[in-house]
Antibody
Framework: EVQLLESGGGLVQPGGSLRLSCAASGFTFSGYAMSWVRQAPGKGLEWVSGISGSGGSIYYADSVKGRFTISRDNSKNTLYLQMNSLKAEDTAVYYC????????????WGQGTLVTVSS | EIVLTQSPDFQSVTPKEKVTITCRASQTIGSSLHWYQQKPDQSPKLLIKDASQSVSGVPSRFSGSGSGTDFTLTINSLEAEDAAAYYCHQSSSFPVTFGGGTKVEIK
């Protein structure tokens, strides 16, 4: 059974940093692309970033480019999102999601981790 | 960026009714359109892939159609458990985008 478990969310001040993790199990992690998708309170879904199975291809939404860095450690079956220079508008539940390739449907999602950016 | 416009934003429906949600893309995306269901306080769940392909474990009352720029999600004979928000998603090109969502309420 595919399982994705996010962690690392919390309260951070504007301008601060946070690193999210997503522990994967139940599939061959290195063989699949992964994405981060966020959802602001009461709002819709917004794609944040995607990474190929090897980590060689990486993509970002314009809203986070230059501030967020996606990475993965295939030896640990873990996906990361390093978030720097956080803004109030980054406040959201962050989901990790699994695809097959980087441009693909997202067939499994984690339960999400809440990031709150506030002073 | 490809913009996905969903309609309606909200729909209140009685059980056993048929529900139709549309998603229009700002440029052609072939069949790279997927639908998700998100129940309150849950993560999204893939409902329909590649515009019209069924997903294992999803009830057969859910179906999708369309290609190019116009897509439809249909729920035949709505059940109480179908109360949720529904989102379309395009994977034709980066940046990946989602529609604004359609909330379905049960009367």
């Amino acid at each position: 059974e595919v399982q994705l478990l996010e962690s690392g969310g919390g309260l951070v001040q504007p301008g601060g940093s946070l690193r999210l993790s997503c522990a994967a199990s139940g599939f061959t992690f290195s063989g699949y692309a992964m994405s981060w998708v966020r959802q602001a309170p009461g709002k819709g879904l917004e794609w944040v970033s995607g990474i190929s199975g090897s980590g060689g291809s990486i993509y970002y939404a314009d809203s986070v480019k230059g501030r967020f860095t996606i990475s993965r450690d295939n030896s640990k079956n873990t996906l990361y999102l390093q978030m720097n220079s956080l803004k109030a508008e980054d406040t959201a539940v962050y989901y990790c999601a699994k695809g097959v390739v980087t441009l693909d449907k997202l067939d499994h999602w984690g339960q999400g981790t809440l990031v709150t950016v506030s002073s | 960026e490809i913009v996905l416009t969903q309609s309606p934003d909200f729909q209140s429906v009685t059980p056993k009714e048929k529900v139709t949600i549309t998603c229009r893309a700002s440029q052609t995306i072939g069949s790279s359109l997927h639908w998700y269901q998100q129940k309150p306080d849950q993560s999204p769940k893939l409902l329909i892939k590649d515009a019209s392909q069924s997903v294992s474990g999803v009830p057969s009352r859910f179906s999708g159609s369309g290609s190019g720029t116009d897509f439809t999600l249909t729920i035949n004979s709505l059940e109480a458990e179908d109360a949720a928000a529904y989102y379309c998603h395009q994977s034709s090109s980066f940046p990946v985008t989602f529609g604004g969502g359609t909330k379905v309420e049960i009367k």
